[in-house]
């Protein structure tokens, strides 16, 4: 038997397995879900896989260094986890989820058969085995008998919306983000919030164009991608192009005229950063509002009141940008993502970019 039909076949027929086989789940429930030591030990650790994992789904980053090191973390604590069966198990399942991102399958699925004798009902041991699946719609069955059975629901919610956003259907994938982020730890959103905003933006688009699509899906936007979104999802560029269709070379040609980049030499298949979509998000907000000073605002009045310390840390006052990012943070189209830092470099989705261009329009 694989894998996958063990884990389900375990979920199918756990209530006809006897009364011992039932009494010990329940009580691996209970101790996985009570027990301090599991929660203090493996939160942490928790934390930090969350947050890559955030990362390599969206497609902004190979943090291979850092995975590297949450690995050599986990194997640390295993050490010390002092026979704790359920402590071990847990580890083990975040070890493994660790080693399946770093593309260890084998390892993964080795880890994943070694925790799951441990503890079957412990929510990573459910989500290794989930990410182990290939299919997608297999792996939201499997989500749906786990949640019969784990310690807590919360985590599985959001794999849910995970491979929901992975099938492309995000009304589904929204509401099953909505749900996971009440009830879980604040870094969950942290790491997760942007695929729930493009799940929001794409099940909301008004576009059915193939190559329009296409951008909004991508995972590292474009400006010929994001200047054709702005002209099929918004009427931002109608007083530039009269309300007609214009190819992306025209529009490139004159935005670039009109100082709408960020960077002047910007090519159409250059990649975009955050901070170059707040340029042109706030020199759009700029035509829209017909106040060229609002492109100057903020570096005034911190002149005028002698104020050197920039309120975005990565975003220093004398930075040609700070202007745009304190505008567009400030309006509420873009967002901090951790509340401190803006994260200039970043790497933009299309998903992404629709939900601030949306904001703007609205």
């Not at 038997?1 to 389900?8: E, L, P, Q």
């Not at 505008?327 to 901090?336: H, K, P």
Request: with cysteine; charged share 25%; proline share 5%.
């Amino acid at each position: 038997m694989n894998r996958a039909a063990a884990f389900v076949f375990c979920l199918c027929f756990l209530p006809i397995l006897g009364l011992i086989s039932c009494r010990t789940f329940q009580e691996d429930r209970a101790f996985s879900g009570d027990d301090p030591l599991l929660s203090a030990q493996s939160a942490s650790l928790e934390e930090e896989l969350v947050l890559l994992d955030g990362q390599i789904l969206r497609g902004i980053a190979s943090p291979k260094r850092e995975l590297a090191q949450l690995r050599t973390n986990i194997r640390e604590h295993l050490k010390s986890a002092g026979g704790n069966r359920m402590l071990e198990a847990r580890l083990t399942a975040l070890l493994g989820r660790v080693t399946l991102l770093e593309g260890n399958r084998a390892e993964a699925d080795r880890l994943y058969q070694s925790a799951v004798r441990m503890s079957p009902g412990d929510t990573q041991v459910i989500i290794l085995s989930v990410r182990l699946q290939n299919a997608p719609a297999r792996r939201l069955e499997m989500l749906s008998l786990g949640m019969t059975v784990s310690d807590d629901n919360a985590p599985l919610a959001l794999e849910q919306a995970v491979v929901s956003y992975e099938l492309k259907e995000y009304a589904e994938a929204a509401a099953f983000f909505d749900s996971a982020f009440f009830r879980l730890p604040d870094f969950y959103h942290t790491a997760y919030n942007p695929l729930r905003e493009t799940a929001w933006s794409l099940r909301d688009s008004s576009s059915s164009e193939t190559a329009i699509i296409e951008y909004l899906t991508a995972p590292r936007l474009t400006y010929r991608g994001m200047i054709l979104i702005t002209q099929a999802e918004t009427s931002l560029l109608d007083s530039i192009t009269g309300a007609k269709k214009w190819s992306s070379r025209e529009l490139m040609r004159k935005l670039a005229a009109d100082d709408f980049f960020y960077s002047p030499a910007a090519r159409e298949q250059d990649e975009l950063t955050r901070v170059q979509c707040a340029w042109f998000l706030w020199s759009l907000y700029s035509r829209k509002r017909n106040d060229p000073m609002l492109k100057t605002r903020y570096t005034a009045r911190f002149t005028a009141r002698g104020v050197t310390k920039s309120p975005i840390p990565d975003i220093p006052v004398d930075e040609k940008v700070f202007d745009a990012v304190l505008g567009c943070v400030e309006q509420e189209f873009m967002e901090l993502p951790d509340g401190i830092h803006f994260y200039p470099e970043q790497p933009v989705s299309g998903g992404e970019y629709l939900f601030w261009i949306k904001r703007l329009d609205r």
